[in-house]
């Protein structure tokens, strides 16, 4: 149903991945978010619990920096590499064909692709506690703090390994307010927006 690589960045509570894994089922595309982590694992050598670890972290602890990774030649630091191999399973799938990708730099990685399509999904932060609140099991009481506190390491890790910065307009092709939509009205929208872009 579709020709496109999507890339969907995402707020901490705006239902990104959901929206995502729902996309991906109405195009008959592979989904992938925490099954890039294993992709990656398996390409590097590199032991997943590692990725999981570092995962969307601009930096790891001292521990994990003196762990011994035999993912490249050269004397990269052990976060740098987790972050290559992320880079290079994320271009494996893409050379696969068409999918969506959630987060992970995946615009950033794909950019010279021609068939990507870039999103960003994003709420207002009480719509976002909220569902943090229900739909993740966030403790109420530190419920805005774990949001805002997920934000700031995803846009950390954006804008320290992309040079970009995470949640700016011009890196995607379109930004949607899951929070006024809702996820079913955000999907619709995202299958009618990728129609328009593919049939330019």
Same mark, same amino acid.
């Given at each position: 149903?579709?020709?496109?690589?999507?890339?969907?960045?995402?707020?901490?509570?705006?239902?990104?991945?959901?929206?995502?894994?729902?996309?991906?089922?109405?195009?008959?595309?592979?989904?992938?978010?925490?099954?890039?982590?294993?992709? %990656?694992?398996?390409?590097? !050598? #590199?032991?997943?619990?590692?990725? +999981?670890? &570092?995962?969307? =972290?601009?930096?790891?602890?001292?521990?994990?920096?003196?762990?011994?990774?035999?993912?490249?030649?050269?004397?990269?630091?052990?976060?740098?590499?987790?972050?290559?191999?992320?880079?290079?399973?994320?271009?494996?799938?893409?050379?696969?064909?068409?999918?969506?990708?959630?987060?992970?730099?995946?615009?950033?990685?794909?950019?010279?692709?021609?068939?990507?399509?870039?999103?960003?999904?994003?709420?207002?932060?009480?719509?976002?506690?909220?569902? %943090?609140?229900?739909?993740? !099991? #966030?403790?109420?009481?530190?419920? +805005?703090? &774990?949001?805002? =506190?997920?934000?700031?390491?995803?846009?950390?890790?954006?804008?320290?390994?992309?040079?970009?910065?995470?949640?700016?307009?011009?890196?995607?092709?379109?930004?949607?307010?899951?929070?006024?939509?809702?996820?079913?009205?955000?999907?619709?929208?995202?299958?009618?927006?990728?129609?328009?872009?593919?049939?330019?």
């Amino acid at each position: 149903m579709t020709k496109s690589i999507i890339t969907i960045g995402r707020q901490y509570g705006s239902g990104g991945r959901e929206i995502g894994r729902k996309l991906a089922e109405k195009l008959g595309v592979p989904f992938y978010d925490k099954e890039l982590l294993n992709v %990656a694992a398996k390409k590097s !050598g #590199i032991c997943e619990e590692l990725f +999981e670890h &570092n995962d969307e =972290k601009p930096t790891s602890s001292l521990l994990y920096s003196l762990v011994m990774g035999n993912y490249g030649s050269d004397n990269l630091p052990f976060n740098h590499k987790l972050f290559l191999a992320q880079f290079d399973a994320i271009r494996s799938i893409a050379d696969k064909g068409p999918c969506v990708i959630i987060g992970r730099c995946a615009d950033y990685a794909l950019e010279d692709y021609p068939n990507i399509i870039n999103i960003f999904i994003h709420a207002d932060i009480n719509i976002r506690v909220k569902r %943090a609140i229900e739909q993740y !099991g #966030i403790d109420t009481v530190k419920a +805005e703090e &774990n949001v805002l =506190k997920t934000d700031k390491k995803r846009a950390s890790y954006y804008n320290f390994y992309s040079s970009k910065k995470w949640g700016s307009l011009e890196n995607y092709d379109l930004t949607i307010d899951s929070g006024f939509l809702g996820i079913d009205k955000t999907v619709d929208l995202l299958i009618d927006f990728i129609k328009l872009k593919e049939a330019e």
